[in-house]
């Protein structure tokens, strides 16, 4: 398991995970959330409204694994997106996806 989806489960274990279409979608709007993770499998509709939920509310959005591997850093099966609710936790997950591209 790469570090990303390590950092990903290490905010789950903290609580500062929203996992789910519907919870991250909520959890954008609340201004509570510091990064957006959707699944290169996702729908291109659930890309595009995250794309541009997130730029609207200023929130960094990458397209990044698969829904199992976003789903088991998480404790799920699967998941299409993912929300981190803590800076800490996002800054560390983007610079990581930032020196993986």
């Not at 789903?71 to 929300?83: L, M, Q």
């Given at each position: 398991?790469?570090?990303?989806f390590?950092?990903?489960?290490?905010?789950?274990?903290?609580?500062?995970?929203?996992?789910?279409?519907?919870?991250?979608?909520?959890?954008?709007?609340?201004?509570?959330?510091?990064?957006?993770?959707?699944?290169?499998?996702?729908?291109?509709?659930?890309?595009?409204?995250?794309?541009?939920?997130?730029?609207?509310?200023?929130?960094?959005?990458?397209?990044?694994?698969?829904?199992?591997?976003l789903?088991?850093?998480?404790?799920?099966?699967?998941?299409?997106?993912?929300?981190?609710?803590?800076e800490?936790?996002?800054?560390?997950?983007?610079?990581?996806?930032?020196?993986?591209?």
């Open positions: 398991m790469n570090k990303i390590s950092m990903i489960g290490l905010a789950t274990r903290a609580g500062k995970t929203v996992a789910g279409e519907f919870s991250v979608e909520k959890a954008v709007k609340s201004g509570k959330t510091f990064l957006v993770l959707v699944s290169e499998e996702a729908s291109d509709n659930t890309k595009k409204l995250f794309i541009n939920k997130c730029k609207y509310y200023k929130i960094p959005v990458y397209v990044y694994g698969s829904k199992m591997e789903g088991s850093s998480t404790g799920n099966r699967e998941r299409a997106s993912i929300a981190i609710m803590d800490g936790f996002s800054r560390t997950i983007i610079k990581l996806l930032e020196d993986n591209h």
